[in-house]
């Protein structure tokens, strides 16, 4: 159906964890799996194993991690793996990378593939750069004189010329960084494997090695795969994009559609607040809807910098309990789940004690974030925010997004960044 | 592009869930092998850094054990030696028993030690034990320098005469066994070590308790004529062969056995091709256990 040169095929790859530790009791389990295999039967335990939400108590002892994932990539494309912690990412890419086997299922590749997992992969502090070059290329699959004949671009490209012979254990981290993103660079493999590597690196080397996966993807027509949970990078980075969610493919298509619906789909989740299963706490009392409204009293999941905004919760009470004992913490995080700003009922000295209709109202006169995307955790504790004490704990329960405005009049419009916005002049 | 054509199309690799076939790709290994000397270069260069007396200490370790055993075996115990003066009787076993011991224990820890790189990045994993191997035989190369420098110090100075033949020959055949016969076993204890390290604590020990029974510190005569009750434990350790032939050859002293060769020969290939095959099992996806 696709014209593309398909490099790489994932074929309904899948992969179970058996979770607790490993002890007595595996050994039982492992011989009966043992037994079931020279009797040719099938593997017991394959059977078994649920889907792998982290919030929720199973039970199984096995869970699977990844389950039926097939697509495909072709050849100069730069393909985009989005989705929540525990998705399974970073699992399918150690597949990917060889690392671990697959459950079941296949991956057929056309060539080389080199994956930059993390950093300084293989550098033994020991070494000098330049050993360490050497040795890293080795690692990730180069020969001897491949490496010699590109060690000068790699030196530059890297920027640590005047360390190249210093043991890398007196390097920065940053350092340590480029020197490996430029080894994995000019390896020159037909497949390249990124996993939210450049997080570390300062702005210019991240400018620096986006521009490098380009020119890798366009110019040398070699396939990136890039994991991050950075939407702008996916989206400037990548042609196309698959969302995993629960160790399943729930999307693909270009990357623009792919963090639109990665983005939305954590939207609609608040929807179905009263729906949700994967909450913690003793659930005295149950956060049934949560919603925003603006400064003009329409219900809304979109305000403008600096708005007026109130918080609406509404809950349900399993269990009759001193509501003055409650406290409840209402927490607002960016996308990539650094905490903006919180609001602890304890600290703020407010007491429950006249709510009479299962409501409660947050009110924040000036919503002081810039644009972009957030979300809403709520923390509900009975008289001590200890964790025993939890009553009803939600992550992401609602996800909103503040639109730009001309905030001072000046005929421009804020830009866009997840950080605090603070009403300020200068003199 | 049709599925059809897929079928036809060929891939260059396929990744799929673990087999329980041999599939050692040497291929591969070959591929990997500048990687296989930058580990050794490594492990030779970074092994002693940052202490005073560096490789110095590749000579310090078997001279002093051969001195302990010297006066503890040969001048307290009476063991005797022949014509060869014990130091050297001793120290020929030392240096050869080194060898097999630091394969086994080195690479017994392979999958445990490099946990955090084998997780990150795909190489033919035997090529860390194979790469402990060559090491070892640097480090052996290097002792037998020093036992051929108290060779002919022994000879000048009339202690003993120059017994070396053609016999000499079979020397690497020997140092080959024992390589292989310590990374078969390091293999086998490796792999099985990922999920149960209950092993772990077996080998510390029981490595110690080996060169009792391997004809270390006595030729293997000796032990047939005083205990000839326990005299069945060293004719089945196939270490006790390699030892005491390892001696015949340098020293002409002790006794040669083509029966017991040819029975340690088989067992170490047995061991190293069923500790390859395990090995290869699990390297597939020892990082879930680890």
């Known amino acids: ?427 | 592009m049709s599925t059809k054509e897929f079928e036809h199309d060929e891939w260059l690799y396929e990744i799929k869930p673990k087999t329980s076939n041999f599939s050692l790709n040497l291929k591969e290994v070959w591929q990997y092998k500048d990687l296989l000397f930058l580990f050794v270069k490594r492990d030779i260069v970074t092994v002693y850094k940052q202490t005073i007396l560096g490789p110095l200490w590749y000579f310090i370790q078997p001279l002093f054990t051969a001195m302990t055993f010297t006066i503890i075996f040969n001048n307290v115990a009476g063991i005797k030696t022949g014509s060869v003066p014990p130091f050297l009787f001793n120290l020929a076993g030392i240096i050869v028993w080194n060898y097999f011991t630091s394969c086994l224990n080195e690479t017994s820890d392979t999958f445990k030690k490099n946990a955090a790189i084998f997780g990150k990045v795909y190489f033919p994993r035997v090529i860390m034990p194979m790469a402990t191997v060559v090491t070892n035989l640097i480090k052996l190369g290097i002792q037998l320098l020093i036992f051929f420098g108290f060779y002919v110090f022994f000879v000048a100075n009339g202690t003993m005469e120059v017994i070396l033949d053609y016999k000499m020959l079979f020397f690497p055949v020997l140092v080959m066994i024992m390589g292989l016969m310590g990374l078969g076993l390091g293999m086998i204890i490796s792999s099985m070590v990922t999920k149960y390290r209950d092993l772990t604590f077996l080998v510390s020990f029981g490595v110690q308790l080996l060169m009792y029974v391997s004809a270390v510190m006595y030729p293997m005569a000796l032990i047939k004529e005083k205990l000839p009750n326990l005299g069945w434990l060293i004719e089945y350790n196939p270490l006790a062969y390699v030892v005491e032939t390892s001696r015949y050859i340098l020293l002409n002293e002790g006794t040669i056995s083509i029966g017991g060769l040819v029975y340690t020969g088989i067992t170490t290939i047995l061991l190293f091709l069923f500790g390859l095959v395990i090995f290869n099992r699990t390297e597939k996806s020892f990082i879930d256990t680890v």
């Open chain 1, 1 to 427: 159906m696709k014209s593309k040169n398909i490099i790489l095929k994932v074929e309904n790859i899948s992969k179970q964890y058996r979770l607790g530790t490993v002890g007595t009791g595996t050994i039982s389990h492992d011989l009966n799996r043992w037994w079931h295999k020279i009797r040719g039967k099938e593997d017991p335990y394959l059977k078994v194993g649920e889907s792998n939400d982290r919030s929720t108590k199973g039970e199984s002892e096995y869970v699977w991690a990844l389950q039926g994932i097939s697509f495909e990539v072709g050849a100069g494309e730069v393909l985009g793996i989005i989705g929540k912690n525990g998705a399974g990412k970073s699992t399918l890419l150690k597949i990917l990378s060889k690392v671990t086997a697959p459950t079941t299922g296949s991956i057929k590749l056309r060539g080389r593939m080199a994956s930059l997992l993390e950093v300084g992969t293989g550098f033994n502090p020991e070494l000098t750069g330049r050993e360490n070059i050497y040795l890293n290329g080795a690692i990730l699959g180069m020969t001897k004189n491949e490496i010699t004949s590109k060690l000068e671009e790699i030196i530059e490209f890297s920027g640590c010329e005047r360390y190249i012979d210093t043991p890398t254990k007196r390097y920065s981290s940053g350092m340590t960084v480029r020197l490996a993103f430029a080894v994995a660079a000019f390896l020159e493999p037909e497949i390249l494997v990124v996993d939210e590597v450049l997080a570390v690196g300062d702005a210019e080397f991240q400018k620096k090695a986006i521009g490098k996966m380009q020119d890798i993807s366009r110019e040398g027509g070699r396939t990136v795969l890039f994991v991050s949970h950075n939407m702008a990078a996916v989206k400037s980075l990548c042609t196309s994009g698959i969302v995993l969610e629960n160790g399943k493919v729930v999307h693909v298509s270009n990357a623009e559609e792919a963090v639109n619906f990665y983005l939305e789909n954590q939207n609609k989740r608040s929807e179905e607040l009263k729906d949700r299963s994967d909450r913690e706490g003793n659930q005295y009392l149950k956060f049934n809807s949560i919603e925003i409204e603006n400064s003009k009293g329409n219900n809304v999941n979109q305000v403008f910098v600096g708005e007026k905004i109130n918080i609406k919760l509404r809950f349900e009470r399993n269990v009759d309990f001193d509501l003055s004992k409650l406290i409840l913490s209402v927490i607002i995080y960016d996308l990539h789940e650094n905490i903006m700003c919180s609001f602890p009922s304890d600290e703020m000295n407010c007491k429950f004690e006249n709510i009479t209709n299962n409501e409660i109202i947050l009110k924040i006169p000036f919503l002081g974030l810039r644009a972009n995307n957030y979300s809403i955790s709520l923390y509900s504790y009975f008289e001590t925010t200890k964790k025993e004490n939890a009553i009803d704990i939600i992550n992401n329960a609602y996800s909103f997004e503040i639109l730009t405005e001309d905030f001072y009049n000046s005929g421009k419009l804020l830009r866009n960044y997840n950080c605090a916005f603070l009403e300020a002049s200068f003199e």
